[in-house]
T-cell receptor, first 113, second 113 residues
Framework: DGGITQSPKYLFRKEGQNVTLSCEQNLNHDAMYWYRQDPGQGLRLIYYSQIVNDFQKGDIAEGYSVSREKKESFPLTVTSAQKNPTAFYLC????????????FGQGTRLTVV | DAKTTQPPSMDCAEGRAANLPCNHS???????VYWYRQIHSQGPQYIIHGLKNNETNEMASLIITEDRKSSTLILPHATLRDTAVYYC??????????????FGAGTILRVKS
């Protein structure tokens, strides 16, 4: 089945540790996106990538890093510099163009203790 | 960025039509309006999108005003499973924006029996 997969679904980390969230898609999409969602809030864009080996900061990129070495993969690292990392993280992908829907993964809930 | 404004919550009786409004008064001429919904702790699900014509699919209808400053999502026969947060989103035009989806706070739709 084609789709976008995030893993793990739940993740616990100690404060001060870096953690990497996985996002893989087999939809042959060029563009991929990472969003953060806090309780009762909408989604905020962290980073996006339009093509392999290229990515841009979104609205809340501080404390995060990404890579795009392969078309199908767009991992997100939450670094120790992120002051409030506990949140629900969502990955999405789409083809280029305004007239194409974006597909979302099921999310990773990160809790930092 | 084009922003959207939605009511924070709405109630609808089961079996009746649910009409969810959205204002997007700063939308540009080539930017699409997208609707997604999110059930608690899941990834957003695509519903429908449009540019200036009304659109209909198996899930919903989208009515866009002639001046494109507002739109309405219509779920023709709401069921309890339609209870979710509904997001009206403008997809930003131009390669500098990565065609990203900009989320607002959304509308919590509660379908009641």
């Amino acid at each position: 089945d084609g789709g976008i997969t995030q893993s793990p679904k739940y993740l616990f980390r100690k404060e001060g540790q870096n953690v990497t969230l996985s996002c893989e898609q087999n939809l042959n999409h060029d563009a991929m996106y990472w969003y953060r969602q806090d309780p009762g809030q909408g989604l905020r864009l962290i980073y996006y990538s339009q093509i392999v080996n290229d990515f841009q900061k979104g609205d809340i990129a501080e404390g995060y890093s990404v890579s795009r070495e392969k078309k199908e993969s767009f991992p997100l690292t939450v670094t120790s510099a992120q002051k409030n990392p506990t949140a629900f993280y969502l990955c999405a992908s789409s083809s280029h163009g305004l007239d194409t829907e974006a597909f979302f993964g099921q999310g990773t809930r990160l809790t930092v203790v | 960025d084009a922003k959207t404004t939605q009511p924070p919550s709405m109630d609808c009786a089961e079996g009746r039509a649910a009409n969810l409004p959205c204002n997007h008064s700063t939308i540009s001429g080539n930017e699409y309006v997208y609707w997604y919904r999110q059930i608690h702790s899941q990834g957003p699900q695509y519903i429908i999108h449009g540019l200036k014509n009304n659109e209909t699919n198996e899930m919903a209808s989208l009515i866009i005003t002639e001046d494109r400053k507002s739109s309405t999502l219509i779920l023709p026969h709401a069921t309890l499973r339609d209870t979710a947060v509904y997001y009206c989103i403008v997809r930003l035009a131009g390669p500098e924006y990565g065609n990203k989806l900009v989320f607002g706070a959304g509308t919590i739709l509660r379908v009641k029996s």
